[in-house]
Every structure is written in structure tokens, then in C-alpha cells.
């Protein structure tokens, strides 16, 4: 595996909307199969960093490589869940719809699903355990159920890079748990894990890697040298207290 | 049950009530994606849109469809471009477009000798005046149209639905999207005739959203949809040859009533799913 490139290189990126650029200059390699949490404050650039990466917003400058070719070569390797409200919930499409889809490209887009197919399917809806909720209408969910049918949706596209939007937010601690579960069944199959999260203890306690961003890379490495004071002073600024006993509490509100 | 036959017997009803059910269907189908999407606003403004299209063929003694799918395809094409800079807001962009073309399509009719007349038909429709060439364009157009919506299920689907993993499996969406609104204008098209350009939005957005109410899945919605859009075109039409009234308005008048009704069934239903939850 060693003599492989790194699975995914970002280098020398700005990243904005029109003439704004909200990230600059970014530069970091994520290895093979780390889970890294990309922390910074609200408004930070980390929902615009996974935007770039899945290839919805073009680079004003800078590449960013897969596998060591340019982004968009591979199609079906990155996986993105989504925020829970970035999802159109009314449309009328079954759990079972949204897991196939992320079948559609193992598929082709104008055959009907194969048997594989429905088997991966399958396997991915029980893995989340939702495999009893396979018929209903994605609008008639739980918040952690409807999270669990995107992170099913992740598995079966098979991804060798997972991206997730704040997966721990707004959620029950069963969700948090299953989602925290996916992500050890992921590690052991090599695949990379980019979650951005507000959830600094989880991020310190449960990842192999850190990214600090607040409009550039601040800090890049494992939790316990990415979470100095001065680093995190830096991204987060008067948000941040520092208690007697050296522990950082961030006011993100 | 000769009532049901009788208007039967004239081959200009035989052509009205077969070109209602396929702009019926064809609205329907189409319908689904206006009303998931919120494209109701553009599904109208493009029916209006299409106006100066079928005043310059009128000037020039040509085919009006053709006139109209001219400006459609025009109409659709910038509206696609303007949305996409970003300069502008798409709604906005559309309502200018839409008062422009509006205008200038009035404008160009009421310089017109006869055109009391003839702007009632292209606002309103003129079912019963559908040539048997009006027919086959209809009828080729909507099998177009329909078998491309086929086709295209899939990648419509998932930009429709999550335009992120579009993005992520390298859909290419701006196209797809462009493709949708090309579809839209020639859906708008071929219900010129029957239900005018005034009433164009009901049938797109009218039979989609009673289906909406009736089934949580994309592809049930659509077969509903275009199930009630022909049988509110049967209908309406029986309504308007024996009450009389302009058939257009009789078809929207019977794609209403399903809707209020699917409404009512719906509120019922929803009052038992309360009162059973609180037992």
C-alpha cells in the first residue's frame, strides 16, 4: 500500500464563491484509510472546502489530486453526506430509493439496478440498521433515522473517501454512535474519513487527524498538537476560554 | 350511454380528445419535476413567454406551433444562461423575460387586423380547431418529450433530489438541467392548443400536485399524475361540449376538483392518523 500516492493532496488551493475566496492558500495530504475531523468556527470555509473537494465549486487556484491524478478523474470514488438541511425531505422517494442511488453509478444510468446491486443495497440498510424502514418515505423519518439513510447511502457507493457535514450535530446519541461505528467499519476498509464537526471532544478523542481552518490552514496534524492554545486561540479568538486547569471551552454562539 | 359517443361521431372532437389526453399526460409527466422542483413560476412565465413566437408566425402566415417552439427553445435557452451567471437572481430573471415577451407579443397581435379573435385562442386554446397536422406534431413532440423523461429518470432524479451527488458522480448538471427546461418549453408548446397559453401552468402544476398528495414515490406520482392529466382532459372535455363552456378552462376546471378532493382525502386521512395516535 505504502508505494501508493497519497490518497488525496490539496495543494496551494484558493477556494470561494465569484470573486470571494473564502479558503486560502490551502496545502495538506490526508494517507490512506485516517479519519480526519475539520474543525474551525462557524463560517470558517469547512462546508466550502468539502464543496471543492466533491467538485462543486471550481478552484481559483491550486489542484487537488486523488490517487494521484486530478480531481474528476475518478468518478465514483468520494462520498458526501450531507447536512440534515440541505436536504430536500418532501421528496417523494423511499429509503430505499435514496440507498440505491448511490448505486447509480456502479449501474449506468439507464439500466434498471442488478442483482448485486440490490445486494449491496441491502447490505447497507442493515448495516444502519434501517433495513425495516426500507419502504418508507424518506419525510416520515426521525432526524437520526434520515441520517442513517445517507450514511447507508455512503456505504453503497463503496467510496474510498467519505466526506460528512457535521454528522453529530442535532442528532440522537444512538445516531452518534452508529455514525462513530461506521466510521471504525470504514477504517478497517481502508477508507479515508473527512468529517467536519463542532464537537471538539469528539474530534480529540475519536480521530487520527486534525484540520484547523479559519479561512486558511491554521493547524494540520494530530489532535494533541493541532489543539495548542496558541493554534486554537487563532481560529477561534474571543470565542475561546481557557479554564484554570488548562482545558479550552469555544462559544460558538 | 350515447352521450358518451355522440361527440364522438365529429373527427373534429375524435382529434380534440386525442390531442387533450396527450397534452394531459405530457403535462403531467413534466409537471412532476415544476412541482418537486418549484418551477411553477417558470412553467408560466414561459407559456407566456412563448407569445411573440406565435404573433411573428402569425404575421408571416406560418405555422403557429412551429412560431411557438421557436421561442420556447429561445425562451428556455436564456433563461438557462441568465440563471446561471448568478448576477441575478433566477426569479428575477424570469420575470423580466416573461413581461418582455409578454408585451411584445401583445403589441405585435393588437397591431393585427382580426386579433380579438385570435389572441382568445392562443391565451385560451382552441381545442376543436387542432388539424390533423396540428395532431401529428403534437403527438410527435410529446413522444419526444416523453421518451426522453424515460431516459433520463435517473440523472433527472438525482439533480432533482441532490444536486450534491450529482455533482460528486460528475453528472453533467448544467446541461441536465438546460435539457429539462428545453423539455418544459416544448411540453408548454404542444399545450397551446388544447388549454392556451393562460392556462398551460394549471395543467403542469395542477394533476402533479394531486398525485403528490396521493403516493410518496417519484415514479407512482408520475404514472398518477399523467392518469389524472388525461382524465381531467376527458372529462373537461365532455363537460365543455354538452355545458358549453370553453374547453381549456373545462379541463383546469377538472383537474382542480380531483385535486380538491385529493386534498380532502388527504386531511381526512390525516385527521384518523391523529386520532389514532392519541388512543
Redesign the interface.
Known sequence: MSDLPERLEVHNADIGY?DKIVLHDLTFSVPHGTRVAVVGPNGAGKSTLF?AL???LPLRSGRIFVHGLPL?NH??C???V?QRE???WR????VR??VM?GR??HQG??GPASRQDKQVVDRSLAQMAIAHLAQQ?I??LSGGEQQRVFLARALAQDPHILLMDEPFTGVDVPTQESTLGLLDDLRAEDVTAMIATHDLGIAVEKFDLMLLLNHRLIAFGPPAEVMKQDNVLEAFGSRLTVLADGSMIVDEH | MSWLLEPLQYAFMTRAFAASVIVGVLCAVMGTYVVLRGMAFLGDAMAHAILPGVAIAYLLQGNLLIGALVAALVIAVTIGLLSRQGTIKEDTAIGILFAAALSLGVALISSMKSYAVDLGHILFGDVLGVSPADLWLTTGLGLAVLVTVVLLYKPFLVISFDPVLAATMRLPADLLRMLMLILLALTVVVSLQTVGVGLAAAMLVTPAATAYLLTRRLLPMMLIAALLGALSSVVGLYVSYYANVVSGAAIVLTATAFFLLAWLFNARKGVLRRRSQTE
Open positions: 465569484g464543496k466533491v467538485g462543486l474528476g468518478k465514483d468520494v462520498a458526501y450531507p440541505e436536504v430536500d421528496f417523494p422517494v423511499t430509493d435514496v442511488m447509480y453509478d444510468w439507464f418515505a419525510r416520515d
